[in-house]
């Protein structure tokens, strides 16, 4: 599978296009705005677009995902159906943020934890890791080593906590029983930042660093 991010809105919201070598087949994972420069790389490597994927339902992950469905004919994937409370409250959120004007949606599908989904040839395999919002969910890709973990972890950091429906503990039980069994080998793309490996993030994440859990 390869990978492009994509960073978009003023969140610089992790944005990532996925797509499988064999087919050429794509995915979207988070299209929270700026879609223009989504599809732009859509059409830079001859893709075709077959589904979007969403962690969870903060705007700045899902802002552009209904209109980026309704212009390209697009099922919406997810979150798990514990984030419904956010993805209703998208004007709302629009209007706190200052983001485009956002309508409210029902994704085509919810996910479940050990769920998969296909990109062409490429599996996606599903865990769901509530703490930063109710509902959120990870995606990873055994073949690859790599995980699209949304807002649960970044390099050096972890989710935020003081949403209605967080949990800072159910947040640190996430990364540690479903995120660090996937392997250290394992290369994550976070919702926001840099990129990092479960092994650096088990050795100096000042949240979540092994010696700190034991």
Known sequence: MKYQI????PFQQNCSLVWCEQTLQAAVIDPG?????????????????????????HID???GA???????????IGPHEDDKMWLEQLPIQSQKFGFPASVA???SQYLQDGDEVTVG?????VFHCPGHTPGHVVFWSAA????????VLFRGSIGRTDFPGSSYQALIDSISNKLWP???????VPGHGLMSTFAEERQNNPFVADQLLQ
Do not use: C, M, W, Y
């Open 121 to 125: 040839n490429s599996v996606l395999k």
């Open 105 to 107: 949606f029902e994704p």
């Open 182 to 188: 996937l392997g250290n080998d394992t290369r994550f």
């Open 6 to 9: 994509i960073p978009v809105t």
């Open 61 to 63: 992950h899902v802002g």
């Open 144 to 151: 690859d080593k790599l995980a699209f973990v949304g807002d």
């Open 33 to 57: 705005g700026d879609l223009d420069r989504i599809l732009d790389a859509v059409h830079e490597h001859g893709l075709s677009l077959e589904k979007i994927l969403l962690t969870h339902g």
């Open 66 to 76: 209904a209109k980026l469905a309704e212009q390209q004919q697009l099922p919406i």
